[in-house]
């Protein structure tokens, strides 16, 4: 095995490990296996001529997207003088991909039990093998900060003096100390209550929920301010304090800003204290976690009936041929089911939702809700169609992805019955419920004379979602294994996101001329008909995937 | 000695030296009551096989002696210490093959072995040398730079029994280990047992294969319900039960008896006499 650079930095601080009560070398082992295990990829078992891949890290190539991220932050550090604005919009945005990329790629590292079985049985103590799991993911953590914080970091140091650039590394620091023990003990706390699969489900949706949270924390720290009148102003209150960007805001409002204040001076000791507090809590319950995880691979035995008469019917209803239902109720049980699909997806079906109403707060808040009705901005509804490419995506991808050999030994005649089951199952179970919901608040919002325009939205993005799937890399359904990152199909996501604003700007050309939107209507009808029809015969991926 | 029935504690001495030894062991999962006075005791060099119906607390007691579970009552002394003090030492004279086969399949063969043999404190060289060695022996010294991911089922196998014995334990946990082998491995595997436990090593063999757990254990250990209600040698529990065969017992004791009607059934369905 590799002796990496991160594990030959971490030597320097053994004796800091061996302090808490951590047994060093053997926490090294543990590490150096984790990471060697991440440097490859997990081959999947259906593809055949399995390309021998280098010794790569998914997670490390993905990086590169945050960087150009991280550019985006350094108007934020350098343009003002306003610290508490500017820092805490810069933490909040740090915070916010940080703490969603921890819970979505990082929580199957903390909560694995294969190493309860594996590691555990043997003479490691639960404090060595819970910090071996912490570094492992703080040594990712670290990265990806690096990565993301790096160039407004530079840029602190060029523009705003050496001083601050200091402050903003050692907050980062601090930063994702937080980060971290704030997820583990919640995970702890939550292991505390539940045990087995509901506390899987319990889990599940707590990520799903912070995901979500997130966002919308995000949208709530732009509003904190008030931007109207050019001069950002702070509207001092008392659950600012938490909000932790903030805090960190605080910080640099307090040294370098003439911002001083009651307020700021709590936020400050806040941002000082809470993670070095949380930290010793963390340290102190660590043995505990590692109990509890036990509890995640304990079985249970009732299962509760459940009705697939709703799921039947809407099968039968939207496909016609018998594997395609099949396909459809079979997809459609996957989606409701498998965790690890939902907590991939349900956070994007929560930005579809929120994405549309966020498009039009603006306009909404500055020139007051009557004008909506007569402006285009129900065009944003468009936005809900950003979670078409990501489920498409994720479509591919189970944990239980080796029992696929199904496929190869049933006797599937046409691989298009496969796909458009399952592509339909999508479309049916989560992307029309969520157009619904967001189409009867914009009607509220708009009036009902944007019904036609709504319905001309939903049937472009029904052929969207074709298009899509001819766009992206076609695998049969829940056939792979998830993998941390896959950098080529964001770029291929944002090419399908370009083409959203494409269909929307033809839709706002479209109703430039009066009456066309139905002549309109009428095309994607019969564009429909065509995509959904031809859309999913698929040739060269029945010999690579089905062929013997 | 022997018994067989409810609640009654009687212990069969081979040696004197006691190397596990479990009092009283309760254990509860929410409202249910996985083990219910759990009393056993394990002299050096026997082998044991520990077998039940699925649910009635094999693994629970395994894992709890592996330190993998807790929240028990009652006691378990491995080479006379108390578990439950805290102090993972007494794992570094166990070896286990968890049923479950969970292994780092990134990892090649030759990683992962120096790997385990790192956590129970062999120095690479040697934990190195000694799984080589072994791997060679057992046919896969081929494959010992491949990673696992690539291996058959058998393959693996080895690996964790490997992984299992490069800190030569005392005391051996081993679920259903013979999982996967092809038939020679399983004889050598057999012979294996055998050996080491000529050789003073206590074996704890949990199974679902009656004819193996028949052959190859001296002392047999049934659980039903989250009790011990047979516990002796084969000889001494087909006397008491008269069934010629360990299924037999196991299907007599643990109260299946309609296996045939049950076969009938299925087929009956699966032909399609049934709608």
């Not at chain 2, 063969?109 to 799984?131: C, D, H, Q």
């Given at each position: 095995?590799?002796?990496?650079?991160?594990?030959?930095?971490?030597?320097?601080?053994?004796?800091?490990?061996?302090?808490?009560?951590?047994?060093?070398?053997?926490?090294?082992?543990?590490?150096?296996?984790?990471?060697?295990?991440?440097?490859?990829?997990?081959?999947?078992?259906?593809?055949?001529?399995?390309?021998?891949?280098?010794?790569?890290?998914?997670?490390?190539?993905?990086?590169?997207?945050?960087?150009?991220?991280?550019?985006?932050?350094?108007?934020?550090?350098?343009?003002?003088?306003?610290?508490?604005?500017?820092?805490?919009?810069?933490?909040?945005?740090?915070?916010?991909?940080?703490?969603?990329?921890?819970?979505?790629?990082?929580?199957?590292?903390?909560?694995?039990?294969?190493?309860?079985?594996?590691?555990?049985?043997?003479?490691?103590?639960?404090?060595?093998?819970?910090?071996?799991?912490?570094?492992?993911?703080?040594?990712?953590?670290?990265?990806?900060?690096?990565?993301?914080?790096?160039?407004?970091?530079?840029?602190?140091?060029?523009?705003?003096?050496?001083?601050?650039?200091?402050?903003?590394?050692?907050?980062?620091?601090?930063?994702?100390?937080?980060?971290?023990?704030?997820?583990?003990?919640?995970?702890?706390?939550?292991?505390?209550?539940?045990?087995?699969?509901?506390?899987?489900?319990?889990?599940?949706?707590?990520?799903?929920?912070?995901?979500?949270?997130?966002?919308?924390?995000?949208?709530?720290?732009?509003?904190?301010?008030?931007?109207?009148?050019?001069?950002?102003?702070?509207?001092?209150?008392?659950?600012?304090?938490?909000?932790?960007?903030?805090?960190?805001?605080?910080?640099?409002?307090?040294?370098?800003?003439?911002?001083?204040?009651?307020?700021?001076?709590?936020?400050?000791?806040?941002?000082?204290?809470?993670?070095?507090?949380?930290?010793?809590?963390?340290?102190?319950?660590?043995?505990?976690?590692?109990?509890?995880?036990?509890?995640?691979?304990?079985?249970?035995?009732?299962?509760?009936?459940?009705?697939?008469?709703?799921?039947?019917?809407?099968?039968?209803?939207?496909?016609?041929?018998?594997?395609?239902?099949?396909?459809?109720?079979?997809?459609?049980?996957?989606?409701?089911?498998?965790?690890?699909?939902?907590?991939?997806?349900?956070?994007?079906?929560?930005?579809?939702?929120?994405?549309?109403?966020?498009?039009?707060?603006?306009?909404?808040?500055?020139?007051?809700?009557?004008?909506?009705?007569?402006?285009?901005?129900?065009?944003?509804?468009?936005?809900?169609?950003?979670?078409?490419?990501?489920?498409?995506?994720?479509?591919?991808?189970?944990?239980?992805?080796?029992?696929?050999?199904?496929?190869?030994?049933?006797?599937?005649?046409?691989?298009?019955?496969?796909?458009?089951?399952?592509?339909?199952?999508?479309?049916?179970?989560?992307?029309?419920?969520?157009?619904?919901?967001?189409?009867?608040?914009?009607?509220?919002?708009?009036?009902?004379?944007?019904?036609?325009?709504?319905?001309?939205?939903?049937?472009?993005?029904?052929?969207?979602?074709?298009?899509?799937?001819?766009?992206?890399?076609?695998?049969?359904?829940?056939?792979?294994?998830?993998?941390?990152?896959?950098?080529?199909?964001?770029?291929?996501?944002?090419?399908?996101?370009?083409?959203?604003?494409?269909?929307?700007?033809?839709?706002?050309?479209?109703?430039?001329?009066?009456?066309?939107?139905?002549?309109?209507?009428?095309?994607?009808?019969?564009?429909?008909?065509?995509?959904?029809?031809?859309?999913?015969?698929?040739?060269?991926?029945?010999?690579?995937?089905?062929?013997? | 000695?022997?018994?067989?029935?409810?609640?009654?504690?009687?212990?069969?001495?081979?040696?004197?030296?006691?190397?596990?030894?479990?009092?009283?062991?309760?254990?509860?999962?929410?409202?249910?009551?996985?083990?219910?006075?759990?009393?056993?005791?394990?002299?050096?060099?026997?082998?044991?096989?520990?077998?039940?119906p699925n649910g009635a607390g094999k693994s629970t007691t395994i894992k709890a002696m592996l330190g993998l579970v807790t929240g028990y009552t009652g006691t378990i002394q491995i080479m006379g210490v108390d578990?439950?003090?805290?102090?993972?030492?007494y794992k570094r004279k166990i070896g286990y093959v968890p049923e479950t086969a969970e292994i780092y399949e990134t990892l090649t063969a030759a990683e992962y072995l120096t790997f385990v043999g790192g956590l129970?404190?062999i120095n690479e060289e040697r934990a190195s040398r000694k799984a080589q060695s072994l791997m060679t022996v057992l046919g896969l010294e081929d494959v010992y730079n491949s990673r696992i991911a690539s291996y058959?089922?058998?393959?693996?196998?080895?690996?964790?029994?490997?992984?299992?014995?490069?800190?030569?334990?005392?005391?051996?946990?081993?679920?259903?280990?013979?999982?996967?082998?092809?038939?020679?491995?399983?004889?050598?595997?057999?012979?294996?047992?055998?050996?080491?436990?000529?050789?003073?090593?206590?074996?704890?063999?949990?199974?679902?294969?009656?004819?193996?757990?028949?052959?190859?254990?001296?002392?047999?250990?049934?659980?039903?319900?989250?009790?011990?209600?047979?516990?002796?040698?084969?000889?001494?529990?087909?006397?008491?039960?008269?069934?010629?065969?360990?299924?037999?017992?196991?299907?007599?004791?643990?109260?299946?008896?309609?296996?045939?009607?049950?076969?009938?059934?299925?087929?009956?369905?699966?032909?399609?006499?049934?709608?």
């Amino acid at each position: 095995m590799k002796d990496f650079i991160s594990l030959r930095i971490l030597d320097r601080f053994r004796t800091v490990f061996e302090a808490v009560g951590c047994d060093y070398p053997i926490m090294r082992k543990i590490l150096q296996a984790k990471l060697t295990m991440d440097s490859r990829r997990v081959p999947t078992i259906l593809s055949r001529n399995a390309r021998r891949a280098p010794d790569r890290n998914g997670f490390l190539t993905s990086l590169w997207v945050y960087l150009f991220m991280g550019v985006i932050l350094i108007p934020f550090v350098v343009m003002g003088r306003n610290y508490l604005f500017q820092m805490s919009v810069v933490f909040g945005i740090l915070m916010f991909l940080v703490m969603t990329s921890m819970i979505s790629d990082f929580s199957t590292v903390l909560l694995d039990i294969r190493d309860r079985i594996i590691i555990a049985t043997k003479p490691v103590t639960g404090r060595t093998l819970g910090f071996a799991r912490a570094i492992h993911v703080v040594i990712y953590l670290t990265l990806l900060t690096t990565v993301l914080a790096g160039p407004s970091l530079l840029a602190a140091f060029i523009a705003q003096g050496f001083w601050f650039g200091l402050t903003f590394a050692l907050s980062l620091v601090w930063m994702d100390l937080l980060i971290m023990t704030v997820t583990t003990l919640l995970y702890l706390g939550i292991l505390n209550f539940f045990d087995g699969e509901r506390m899987k489900d319990f889990i599940n949706y707590v990520q799903i929920g912070l995901s979500i949270a997130m966002v919308i924390g995000y949208q709530v720290i732009g509003r904190v301010f008030d931007v109207v009148k050019l001069r950002v102003v702070l509207r001092p209150a008392w659950w600012q304090a938490v909000i932790p960007p903030m805090w960190f805001g605080a910080l640099f409002a307090e040294l370098f800003g003439r911002q001083s204040s009651n307020l700021t001076m709590i936020l400050l000791v806040l941002a000082l204290f809470v993670p070095l507090a949380l930290f010793f809590a963390y340290v102190r319950f660590m043995p505990a976690f590692e109990t509890r995880l036990e509890k995640l691979s304990a079985t249970t035995t009732h299962s509760p009936t459940t009705k697939h008469g709703w799921r039947r019917n809407l099968a039968r209803l939207a496909c016609r041929r018998r594997d395609e239902r099949t396909m459809f109720e079979f997809a459609s049980i996957m989606m409701g089911r498998e965790r690890e699909f939902k907590l991939k997806v349900y956070p994007s079906l929560g930005f579809a939702i929120a994405f549309p109403f966020i498009l039009i707060f603006n306009p909404a808040w500055s020139q007051g809700l009557h004008s909506l009705g007569s402006s285009h901005w129900y065009l944003a509804i468009y936005m809900s169609s950003v979670m078409i490419p990501t489920v498409l995506m994720t479509l591919r991808y189970s944990g239980q992805y080796k029992a696929a050999w199904i496929y190869q030994v049933s006797p599937i005649e046409h691989l298009e019955d496969v796909f458009k089951g399952t592509v339909k199952a999508f479309v049916y179970q989560l992307f029309l419920p969520v157009y619904f919901i967001e189409g009867l608040v914009f009607t509220v919002l708009f009036g009902i004379r944007v019904i036609p325009d709504l319905t001309v939205a939903l049937l472009s993005m029904l052929v969207y979602a074709v298009i899509a799937f001819r766009f992206l890399r076609k695998g049969l359904p829940f056939s792979e294994p998830f993998q941390l990152a896959q950098p080529s199909e964001r770029i291929v996501g944002l090419i399908l996101l370009a083409l959203v604003g494409v269909m929307a700007g033809l839709q706002f050309l479209v109703t430039l001329m009066s009456g066309a939107i139905y002549w309109y209507m009428i095309f994607l009808v019969l564009a429909n008909m065509i995509a959904w029809r031809i859309g999913f015969r698929v040739k060269g991926i029945n010999a690579v995937r089905l062929g013997a | 000695m022997v018994f067989l029935g409810k609640r009654s504690v009687l212990h069969v001495r081979m040696s004197s030296e006691v190397v596990i030894s479990i009092r009283d062991m309760k254990m509860r999962y929410g409202d249910q009551l996985v083990l219910n006075g759990i009393n056993l005791e394990v002299q050096r060099g026997q082998i044991i096989g520990y077998i039940g119906p699925n649910g009635a607390g094999k693994s629970t007691t395994i894992k709890a002696m592996l330190g993998l579970v807790t929240g028990y009552t009652g006691t378990i002394q491995i080479m006379g210490v108390d578990i439950a003090n805290g102090d993972v030492e007494y794992k570094r004279k166990i070896g286990y093959v968890p049923e479950t086969a969970e292994i780092y399949e990134t990892l090649t063969a030759a990683e992962y072995l120096t790997f385990v043999g790192g956590l129970y404190g062999i120095n690479e060289e040697r934990a190195s040398r000694k799984a080589q060695s072994l791997m060679t022996v057992l046919g896969l010294e081929d494959v010992y730079n491949s990673r696992i991911a690539s291996y058959s089922k058998g393959m693996r196998q080895k690996v964790l029994l490997i992984s299992s014995l490069l800190h030569n334990p005392d005391i051996l946990f081993l679920d259903e280990p013979l999982s996967g082998l092809d038939a020679n491995s399983v004889i050598i595997v057999k012979d294996l047992l055998a050996q080491l436990a000529a050789a003073g090593k206590t074996i704890f063999y949990s199974s679902h294969i009656m004819e193996v757990v028949e052959k190859i254990s001296n002392r047999i250990i049934l659980l039903n319900h989250g009790e011990i209600v047979a516990d002796g040698n084969f000889e001494q529990l087909k006397n008491i039960s008269h069934e010629k065969s360990l299924e037999g017992i196991f299907g007599q004791i643990t109260g299946f008896l309609d296996h045939q009607e049950i076969a009938q059934e299925c087929l009956s369905i699966i032909l399609g006499s049934v709608t």
